[in-house]
C-alpha cells in the first residue's frame, strides 16, 4: 500500500475549506519519513522547488552536488556560465559521479571506470569499452549514455528545478511576483542584487522541523510579538499585512520596516523602488520552499532544503544593492542587517521545533486557524491539499 494512503482525504478535504471551517494538515504529513518521499514526487517536484544558489558556484566550470530530499543531483556551472543540473549519477554503473563540490579542470571523470562527462552533461570518453586499448564501439552510442538533465531556472539568484519536467515555463510560473514587485524592484533591481564575494551575508540554519513548518512560520506576523521582541520594534505587527496571490505565493507585508533608523545603517537603495514606499518590505513563500524578503535596501533569499520528515536545512543569502554596498564602506551597515536577521530567524527556530514536536501528540490533529491572523497560513495549506487531492485522483490512489 502506497504511504499516500495513510493521508484521510477527508483531511486533505478539510484543510481546503474556507478558513473558519478548516483544519491544518494532518500530523502524519510531518511525521511520517515515507510521506516525505511521497511530497518529493506529489509536492516539490511537479512544481518549481529551489535547489540552491548561483552565486555559490563563483566560476565557469564548478560543480556543486546536493541531495534534494534523497535524490543525488549536481548543480554546474559551464564554461559559458549557464547554470544547468543534473542527476549526479554515471550511465554506465550508477555511481555517484561528484562527491565534492569545486571547479572542474577539463571533464567530470567517474570515480569508478573513468567514463568522462562534459559540463554540458555530454558522455565524452569511455576507456577501454571494447577491450583494454579499445575506447569506442561502433554500436555504444556516447550521445545517448550522457548525464540526464534536470529542468532549471536561475531567478533572484536561486536555482529553481522541477522535477518531473512537466511544470508550466519558469518564467510563467514567477510571473505574479515579478509583476508584484515591479513598484520596488522595477525591472532592474535584479541585476542590481550583489551578495558579498567574502561570503558573509549568509548562514545556514539546521532545524529539527518538517519543511511545511518553516513555511507556515514564515507565512505568518502573528507571533511577532511574543517570539521577536526586537523585531516588533522596528517593524511592529500591527504594521503588517496578509500577502496571498495567484495560489502559489503567500506572505506578508509591512508598511513601515524601520531597522536602517534602528540600526543607524544607510545603504544604498533600488534605484526603481517608489520614493513614498520606502519603508515598505514584503516577505513572500514562492511554494513550496523559497522564501524571500525585500526592503528598499537589501533583500534575502532563503532555501529550505528538506532532509527528512523532520529536518530542514535552512540556506539564507542576503543580498545588497550595487557595488558599492558590499564595499567596505558599507561593512558596518551589513554586519547590522545580517545580525538582526540572524537574530529573527534564530528566534524562530523553538517554535518551529516545538510545533513539530506537537504533532507527536494524538491531542492535536492539523489545529485550527485564526480567521484573522492565519490567512497566508491557510493559503498554503490550501495549495497542498488541493495538490494532493489532485494527485490522488490522477494516480487513483
Ligand atoms: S560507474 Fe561510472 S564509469 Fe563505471
Ligand atoms: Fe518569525
Not at 520594534?233 to 513601515?256: C, K, L, W
Not at 540556506?315 to 551589513?334: F, N, Q, S, T, W
Request: proline residues 6%.
Amino acid at each position: 500500500m502506497s504511504a499516500f494512503n495513510r493521508i484521510p482525504l477527508t483531511s486533505l478535504e478539510n484543510a481546503v475549506l474556507p478558513i473558519e471551517n478548516a483544519s491544518g494538515l494532518p500530523n502524519v504529513m510531518y511525521n511520517d519519513p515515507e510521506l516525505f518521499i511521497e511530497e518529493r514526487d506529489r509536492l516539490l517536484g511537479t512544481t518549481w522547488a529551489g535547489a540552491g544558489f548561483a552565486g555559490d558556484l563563483p566560476t565557469p566550470g564548478y560543480v556543486k552536488p546536493i541531495s534534494f530530499m534523497g535524490l543525488p543531483l549536481v548543480i554546474m556551472r559551464d564554461r559559458d556560465d549557464v547554470i544547468r543540473v543534473f542527476h549526479n549519477v554515471c550511465s554506465h554503473r550508477g555511481m555517484v559521479l561528484i562527491n565534492e563540490e569545486g571547479p572542474v579542470q577539463g571533464s567530470i571523470r567517474c570515480p569508478y571506470h573513468s567514463w568522462t562527462y562534459d559540463l554540458a552533461g555530454q558522455l565524452k570518453g569511455t576507456p577501454h569499452l571494447g577491450g583494454v586499448g579499445v575506447h569506442k564501439v561502433d554500436s555504444f552510442l556516447c550521445e545517448k549514455h550522457g548525464m540526464k538533465e534536470v529542468s532549471s531556472a536561475v531567478w533572484f539568484d536561486i536555482v529553481f528545478i522541477n522535477l518531473d519536467g512537466k511544470a508550466k515555463p519558469f518564467e510563467t510560473f514567477i510571473a505574479p511576483v515579478v509583476e508584484r514587485w515591479q513598484p520596488f524592484l522595477g525591472d532592474t533591481g535584479y541585476t542590481h542584487m550583489r551578495r558579498e564575494a567574502s561570503g558573509e551575508g549568509s548562514f545556514t540554519l539546521n532545524v529539527a522541523c518538517n519543511w511545511k513548518l518553516a513555511v507556515e512560520n514564515y507565512c505568518e506576523s502573528y507571533h511577532l510579538p511574543w517570539v521577536h521582541p526586537n523585531l516588533n520594534v522596528y517593524s511592529r505587527i500591527q504594521d503588517h499585512y496578509h500577502i496571498m496571490f495567484a495560489n502559489e505565493f503567500s506572505g506578508q507585508g509591512t508598511m513601515v520596516y524601520n531597522l536602517a533608523d534602528t540600526a543607524g545603517t544607510r545603504l544604498p537603495v533600488f534605484p526603481q523602488w517608489q520614493q513614498n514606499r520606502m519603508k515598505e518590505a514584503e516577505y513572500i513563500t514562492v511554494f513550496p520552499n523559497v522564501l524571500l524578503g525585500i526592503q528598499a535596501d537589501h533583500t534575502f533569499a532563503i532555501v529550505l532544503e528538506p532532509v527528512a520528515n523532520d529536518h530542514t536545512v535552512e540556506h539564507l543569502r542576503l543580498m545588497y544593492v550595487g557595488d558599492e554596498a558590499i564595499g567596505p564602506a558599507y561593512k558596518g551597515c551589513r554586519d547590522a542587517t545580517l545580525a538582526a536577521w540572524k537574530e529573527v530567524f534564530g528566534e524562530d527556530v523553538a517554535v518551529v521545533e516545538g510545533m513539530q514536536r506537537g504533532r507527536a501528540s494524538p491531542g492535536f490533529s492539523g489545529g485550527k486557524f485564526s480567521p484573522v491572523q492565519d490567512n497566508p497560513t491557510h493559503y498554503f495549506h490550501q495549495w497542498a491539499a488541493q495538490r494532493l487531492i489532485a494527485s490522488a485522483q490522477a494516480m487513483g490512489a
